[in-house]
Nanobody, 126 residues
Framework: VQLLASGGGLVHPGGSLRLSCVYS????????IGWFRQAPGKPREGVSC????????YFVESVKGRFTVSSENAKNTVYLHMDSLEPEDTGVYYC???WGEGCPAPFYSDKYYSNWGQGTQVTVSS
């Protein structure tokens, strides 16, 4: 299993970014992809999760209404769309894979994800 996250960068507050997670090596029908972030000096935080069918999506409270998650199965890619970015959204963003048909419970616990991408830096600053 391999995951590759990309799309990070420097953006002003209120701006938008779209992160991509390209995955390979597992059956599309039985997976969940989670997005996590880690700010300097802080523990890793679960941000979102999407099931393989894309029927279920989960978000941490702090990003609800600002972030959305989608998948494009033909490209083996999951996207994290981030709007109205705030300085508090700064961090390294990771995508991670969990075996099973749904997102782990709770989706924001990193112990349930067995495979991780390398991370992409998002910096929100004026």
């Amino acid at each position: 299993v391999q995951l590759l996250a990309s799309g990070g960068g420097l953006v002003h507050p209120g701006g938008s970014l779209r992160l991509s997670c390209v995955y390979s090596g597992f059956n599309l029908a039985t997976y969940a992809i989670g997005w996590f972030r880690q700010a300097p000096g802080k523990p890793r935080e679960g941000v979102s999760c999407i099931t393989s069918s894309a029927r279920k999506k989960y978000f941490v409270e702090s990003v609800k209404g600002r972030f959305t998650v989608s998948s494009e199965n033909a490209k083996n890619t999951v996207y994290l769309h981030m709007d109205s970015l705030e300085p508090e959204d700064t961090g390294v963003y990771y995508c991670a894979h969990a075996w099973g048909e749904g997102c782990p419970a709770p989706f924001y616990s990193d112990k349930y994800y067995s495979n991780w991408g390398q991370g992409t830096q998002v910096t929100v600053s004026s």
